[in-house]
């Protein structure tokens, strides 16, 4: 009979994987586990889909994929037998015709166990009951003579599965994540485990993966908690690491006595911390050069070159200022000292030639007509392909620069300010993005590629904001006070709520449905927007998905009717609020 253990070292590997690079996944795999071997470890645990990727969305469903994955797992397996530590690793798996989100212990040179995840999320960001079949109540896996339960991810958002494995002889609970970031998730998660340690009565390895991964990033944040709920370990936010975890059987409990305990960013500052990785590994996994963006003396685009810089590097990163007959001298200075001050490339292309030469061409077309908003929006479409043509000739993608707040309402010309590939603030209100903004001039993450100190000016933070379409404008000719403006949409967007009961918060009726009326309209235009970083709980994009043809108003086909927005333009119901 085996003697069963009195001590476990656990190396915990908290990885940024790349979606689709099996390769470069059990390359990263094999790295972790020389290194684990050095600090004495038995085992090394990764995270969910590891060899994949996560999430691999419809990809997973190739069978050239799952090959790829099976054979990296089998190549792994097969070197464990040189004695060193056991793996414990997630990948797609096909049995008996069915596709499951798998976990597998690789040890003695063999693939010993595979667990299947039982709880497929279909919510918000998550779609795996899409792609993936749900497996069987698990049993514990033996791993070095331990008894060690994996409920894998979503496993125990719920009490079935840890129940089971508790009930079934686990020792230790060893849970694999690809949990997304948003804002507060931390103390959600923490909350789960440390409700599935009171029931099972068992400690709880809670190991979340890092990066970006498109509109995602998942911030790590790994952590241990004892079988008395006490935290054991805290691993970073953001940032890769493996460290080794040491475990003692005390009483006839596992207990873990020695590993690290880091202090994690929480509000503003991990929300910055989230923009950074996830606009570094959008460049950096689609191998662009760098960036490029138009800095315009506004606070929008100063954010995205302070994250762009601080995620890059200063040497990557090019600004252009693209000013015309509106532009301010304001902004002018501005924008030369933000590019100063972070160390950036900074170009001034003016855009008069380009305007008057479209509305030249169209003047033709135009002629007795009366300028208006027409007008406005070709000085947007003029910087925008300015701006994608520097991208085409030397490769850097185009940073997209609006905020949420823009987005929601329409306030932002497709095919001009919304040109680009990829936009860090894509999730942030107004509000947000002057917080974010004076954050940033008195801190910076850590790993962090930009100068210290003040690098957006002062003066940016407190000029009313504007569009510099027309003379003396101001963003709230249009829209509400922003604070009134991004209060509304947090009601209308992340929570849903009824026009009335936003009513009754103190808003002004007649502002709150005009808000309403806004957000539906610009459906159209959020559909052709890029992807950015998500950092509330529900981003435009993978977590609210609402159809673009739209009658329903929060008063019914009444209120619809009347509203003067969609009164018929030439025969057709017209397709826009703002086009600013």
């Known amino acids: 009979m085996t003697a069963t253990p009195d001590s476990f ?33 038995d085992a090394v645990f ?8 996560y999430p691999p969305e419809d990809l997973v469903l190739k069978p050239a994929f799952q090959d790829a994955c099976r054979k990296a ?140 991964q498109d509109e995602l990033v998942f911030d790590g944040a790994s952590f241990v908690l004892n079988a008395d709920s006490s935290l054991a370990c805290q691993l970073p936010a953001f940032r890769e690491t493996v460290v080794l975890t040491e475990w003692a059987r ?38 662009f050069p760098g960036v490029v963006l138009g800095l315009s003396g506004g606070v929008d685009s100063a954010l995205c070159a302070a994250i762009a810089v601080d995620a890059l590097g200063a040497e990557r990163v090019h600004c252009v200022m693209l000013p015309y007959r509106y532009t301010s001298n304001e902004s002018l200075s501005d924008a030369a000292g933000c590019a100063e001050a972070l160390g950036v490339r900074y170009d001034i292309v003016p855009i008069a030639e380009a305007v008057e030469g479209l509305e030249s061409v169209l003047k033709p077309l135009f002629d007795g007509r009366a300028r208006d908003i027409t007008e406005e929006n070709m000085q ?114 992340e929570k849903e709520m009824r026009v009335s009961d936003v009513v009754a918060r103190g808003h002004d009726p007649d502002t709150v449905k005009k808000v309403e009326r806004l957000l539906y309209l610009a459906e159209y235009k959020r559909r052709q927007a890029a992807p950015g970083v998500k950092v509330t709980k529900k981003n435009f994009g993978r977590d609210r998905r609402y159809p673009i043809v739209n009658r329903f108003r929060d008063g019914g086909e009444e209120a619809f009717r009347a509203d003067p927005a969609l009164a018929p333009k030439n025969g057709a119901m017209s397709s826009d609020a703002f086009d600013l």
């Open 380 to 493: 947007s479409r003029a910087r925008g392909t300015i701006l994608m043509s520097i991208s085409n000739k030397f490769g850097p993608m185009v940073v997209t620069t609006g905020n949420k707040s823009e987005m929601s309402a329409g306030y932002a010309t497709l095919y001009g300010d919304m040109n680009g590939g990829f936009n860090p603030i894509k999730d942030l209100y107004k509000t947000e993005v002057y917080r974010l903004s004076a954050l940033r001039n008195r801190w910076k993450p850590q790993g962090a590629l930009g100068p210290d100190g003040t690098v957006i000016p002062q003066n940016i933070l407190v000029k009313a904001p504007t569009a510099e379409l027309r003379e003396n404008q101001k963003d709230q000719d249009s829209l509400p006070p922003y604070d009134v403006l991004d209060d509304i949409l947090a009601c209308l967007v």
């Open 9 to 41: 070292r656990l190396a915990l590997a908290q990885l940024n994987p790349t979606v689709g690079d099996v390769a470069g996944n059990l390359d990263k795999a094999r790295k972790a586990r020389v290194s684990a071997a050095r600090l004495g470890a």
């Open 73 to 212: 797992c089998e190549d792994l397996a097969r070197e464990t037998a040189d004695g060193g530590p056991a793996v414990l690793i997630g990948l797609p798996w096909v049995e008996n015709g069915l596709l499951y989100n798998a976990f597998a212990v690789l040890d003695g040179g063999v693939i010993a166990s595979v667990r299947f995840k039982v709880d497929l999320p279909n919510y918000g960001v998550f779609d795996e009951k899409r792609v993936f079949a749900a497996g069987p109540l698990p049993g514990p896996v033996v791993v070095r003579g331990i008894r060690v339960g994996i409920p894998i991810c979503e496993d125990i958002w719920g009490e079935e599965v840890v129940e089971c494995l508790a009930e079934t002889g686990g020792e230790i609970l060893l849970v694999p994540n690809g949990s997304p970031y948003w804002r507060d998730k931390t103390e959600e998660r923490l909350n789960i485990a440390v409700a599935r340690v009171a029931e099972s009565g068992l400690p709880l390895v809670y190991l979340n993966q890092v990066g970006g």
């Open 250 to 287: 005390e009483q006839g409990r596992w207990r873990c006595v020695t590993a690290p305990k880091v202090t994690v960013e929480e509000g503003d500052e991990a929300d910055y911390a989230a923009c950074v990785l996830g606009l570094r590994d959008y460049v950096e996994k689609n191998r």
């Open 46 to 53: 990764f995270s969910e889909l590891f060899l994949a990727g």
